[in-house]
């Protein structure tokens, strides 16, 4: 039991992230944690445990979280194809007609998947265990959280079925499988491939999750601010781009550490921390309620954040 308590902190960690830290849910309805943990929370799971059991690397966990937002937005929620998803047309903005897609929706939501709700919780965890390179379930526990993380998907489709009627063409919906498939195929190839550390040094900690921050929050603020759809999507891509050069470039070098891993999804973190105030939240809440659930997450992810960096740091590089 002991040995699956990081599983289950993750499966927690990980919904709690992508949605209240963000601000995207209030406070009072905290009960929605237990509903979405099955899908976030499952899928973070089966991610990490396949990686680690495979003796791959974060290369595969982002991958394999982008695999996860695709079938999130493309299969679950249908947001990347249904055009008038929550009353709120994000496809118009940068609308690509041949695919039924809007390119600066598709390039943010695939990111916050990929980065916040899968990549920074695994870290985040990863970070305070000692078994950060093993696996932490047994094959009945992996049954167990496979079966959760699909019950999760069919609930949360079932749900916003209810809510919306709209079903995107055969197609679409072959595309998003496609993709999928297509994703787990590069993690897979990117994860059994030998890792080639070079010499050399990284950048501090500190300055690592400062840059973490930098970018990310230089993302928020083109999707909030930046009006133009095709000049949106193509900041976004450029930010995009200059994380992954940055982070492949010093991660490859012998002077990378976890540590550096945790301040990277730190810096990341505290900008979901930030973000969550102009943040307006999907449902109805008072301001009052917003901003208190906005300090009382916010406090809990620099509190974590803290606690996983001091537990890094007697831990080592283990």
């Given at each position: 039991?002991r040995?699956?308590?990081?599983?289950?902190?993750?499966?927690?960690?990980?919904?709690?992230?992508?949605?209240?830290?963000?601000?995207?849910?209030?406070?009072?309805?905290?009960?929605?944690?237990?509903?979405?943990a099955?899908?976030?929370?499952g899928?973070?799971?089966?991610?990490?445990?396949?990686v680690?059991?495979?003796?791959?690397?974060?290369?595969s966990?982002?991958?394999?979280?982008?695999?996860?937002?695709?079938?999130?937005?493309?299969?679950?929620?249908q947001?990347?194809?249904?055009?008038?998803?929550?009353?709120?047309?994000?496809l118009?903005?940068?609308?690509?007609?041949?695919?039924?897609?809007?390119?600066?929706?598709?390039?943010f939501?695939?990111?916050?998947?990929?980065?916040?709700s899968?990549?920074?919780?695994?870290?985040?965890?990863?970070?305070?265990?000692?078994?950060?390179?093993?696996?932490?379930?047994?094959?009945?526990?992996l049954?167990?959280?496979?079966?959760?993380?699909?019950?999760?998907?069919?609930?949360?489709?079932?749900?916003?079925?209810?809510?919306?009627?709209?079903v995107?063409?055969p197609?679409?919906?072959?595309?998003?499988?496609?993709?999928?498939?297509a994703l787990?195929?590069?993690a897979?190839?990117?994860?059994?491939?030998?890792?080639?550390?070079?010499?050399?040094?990284?950048?501090?900690?500190?300055?690592?999750?400062?840059?973490g921050?930098?970018?990310?929050?230089?993302f928020?603020?083109?999707?909030?601010?930046v009006?133009?759809?095709?000049?949106?999507?193509?900041?976004?891509?450029?930010?995009?781009v200059?994380?992954?050069?940055?982070?492949?470039?010093?991660?490859r070098?012998?002077?990378?550490?976890?540590?550096h891993?945790l301040?990277?999804?730190g810096?990341?973190?505290l900008?979901?921390?930030w973000?969550?105030?102009?943040?307006?939240?999907?449902?109805?809440?008072?301001?009052?309620t917003?901003?208190?659930?906005?300090?009382?997450?916010?406090?809990?992810?620099v509190?974590?954040?803290?606690?996983?960096?001091?537990?890094?740091d007697?831990?080592?590089d283990?």
């Amino acid at each position: 039991m002991r040995r699956s308590l990081p599983a289950l902190g993750l499966f927690f960690l990980s919904p709690l992230v992508a949605e209240f830290v963000l601000g995207n849910i209030p406070i009072s309805t905290i009960f929605a944690l237990l509903f979405l943990a099955p899908l976030y929370g499952g899928g973070a799971v089966l991610i990490r445990e396949v990686v680690r059991r495979r003796g791959w690397g974060y290369p595969s966990v982002v991958i394999l979280a982008l695999a996860y937002g695709v079938l999130e937005e493309g299969v679950t929620t249908q947001s990347l194809f249904n055009p008038n998803y929550a009353d709120l047309r994000l496809l118009d903005p940068g609308h690509i007609s041949v695919l039924g897609m809007g390119a600066p929706w598709t390039l943010f939501v695939l990111a916050l998947h990929t980065v916040w709700s899968i990549t920074i919780p695994i870290v985040l965890v990863e970070s305070c265990s000692r078994r950060s390179r093993e696996p932490w379930l047994g094959k009945i526990g992996l049954w167990v959280y496979g079966a959760i993380f699909v019950a999760g998907i069919v609930a949360n489709t079932a749900f916003a079925l209810s809510s919306d009627s709209f079903v995107a063409s055969p197609a679409q919906f072959a595309g998003t499988g496609i993709a999928i498939v297509a994703l787990v195929a590069v993690a897979a190839r990117v994860g059994s491939r030998p890792r080639r550390r070079t010499a050399g040094t990284v950048p501090a900690a500190w300055l690592v999750g400062a840059t973490g921050l930098v970018l990310t929050s230089g993302f928020m603020v083109v999707n909030d601010a930046v009006n133009n759809g095709w000049l949106q999507a193509g900041l976004m891509a450029a930010l995009d781009v200059i994380a992954v050069l940055a982070v492949v470039r010093w991660s490859r070098r012998t002077g990378w550490t976890q540590l550096h891993s945790l301040a990277l999804a730190g810096g990341a973190l505290l900008t979901y921390v930030w973000h969550a105030f102009p943040e307006q939240p999907v449902m109805d809440a008072s301001h009052t309620t917003d901003l208190v659930g906005n300090v009382v997450f916010g406090l809990i992810a620099v509190g974590l954040l803290v606690g996983a960096t001091i537990r890094r740091d007697k831990l080592g590089d283990s």
